[in-house]
């Protein structure tokens, strides 16, 4: 065991010995590493403050549907039923003529022609479904049902959800997935970059401690023993990369939520993003640099398995 033990300890001496011996190499590892990790976790903060974002104007998105005056009660219990029961639908409500008689008056309080209007014709006012749905983007589901010929024969105008308003709403949730999509496929294209400069690293190491390897070889150091500083050395990468961007990252969003008066940019909400580091630092931390020690530690290992059986033998 305390053999066992001796040898973690001197494969760990090692690889920080290594680590600063190479420093000029290190340091062009880490910076490769150091922006692929920045991106994961600034897409997945954007990611979350997006969903936010969405899930705010999904909130305050209601789509109308304005019921005949001849419609029976039993008719319009029926067709909030089958409203309910639509997978898209998170809530609705129902609103009889004299309630949205009140919404109408109170949505219109600074136009005075439109409140003299009522005023002077009965209650106009149709009754109203207002349906709050979960998703944007499969909102057309429920614009299907709408349409079908037994639901429209139920209502006195098309739904409000339509023209310009549905227009900005989809350009909203497909900016928003562009975003995503954009935020993935740099997250990809670094990590290979990543990948391949530790390879690249790697074998440079290898290269300038050949002799060193052999003559380890002929007094019987085990393959693992062998590995070990490189794995170490990389894992080092890995360690100060992730916690670098981490810190760099909270300190952005912090001193952006701060100093911006605007809460938000776009469709980023700085100051949700902030607080969402505040809640989550110690778990965001904790994430990056075992993400950051498991990409260092799996391409130096892979690595080796390559390299060293070619420049060992």
């Given at each position: ?87 898209n639908v ?109 390879f690249n ?107 060293l059986k070619?420049?060992?033998?």
């Open positions: 065991m305390r053999r066992h033990l001796r040898s973690l300890g001197r494969i760990f001496e090692t690889g920080v010995i290594n680590f600063i011996r190479n420093i000029g190499l290190s340091v062009a590892a880490m910076s490769v590493m150091f922006v692929t990790l920045t991106i994961v976790l600034l897409s997945f903060v954007a990611n979350v403050a997006f969903t936010n974002t969405i899930a705010q104007i999904t909130n305050q998105i209601g789509i109308s549907v304005f019921l005949k005056d001849s419609d029976t009660p039993a008719q319009t219990n029926t067709l909030l039923a089958e409203v309910k029961r639509l997978p998170k809530s609705i409500q129902y609103l009889n003529k004299t309630q949205a008689l009140a919404q109408y008056e109170q949505q219109n309080t600074a136009n005075k022609q439109l409140a003299n209007a009522v005023d002077v014709l009965s209650n106009p006012i149709p009754a109203t479904i207002i349906i709050n749905p979960v998703n944007l983007n499969k909102i057309q589901d429920i614009k299907n049902f709408l349409v079908e010929p037994n639901v429209a024969a139920l209502q006195s105008d098309s739904p409000t959800y339509s023209g310009e308003r549905e227009v900005a709403i989809n350009k909203i949730t497909h900016a928003t997935n562009i975003l995503r999509e954009v935020g993935i496929l740099s997250i990809v294209i670094f990590t290979i970059i990543s990948v391949l400069i530790i690293t790697i074998q440079m190491a290898i290269f300038n401690r050949r002799d060193e390897i052999k003559i380890m070889r002929l007094l019987g150091a085990s393959t693992a023993y062998i590995r070990g500083p490189f794995v170490v050395e990389s894992a080092l990468y890995g360690l100060f990369s992730g916690t670098l961007s981490t810190f760099i990252i909270y300190g952005a969003f912090k001193g952006a939520s701060s100093s911006l008066q605007a809460s938000s940019l776009g469709l980023l909400n700085i100051s949700y993003a902030a607080n969402y580091f505040d809640n989550h630092f110690l778990l965001s931390l904790a994430a990056m640099v075992m993400l950051g020690i498991l990409l260092g530690a799996g391409s130096s290992f892979i690595a080796t398995i390559r390299y070619f420049k060992t033998k």
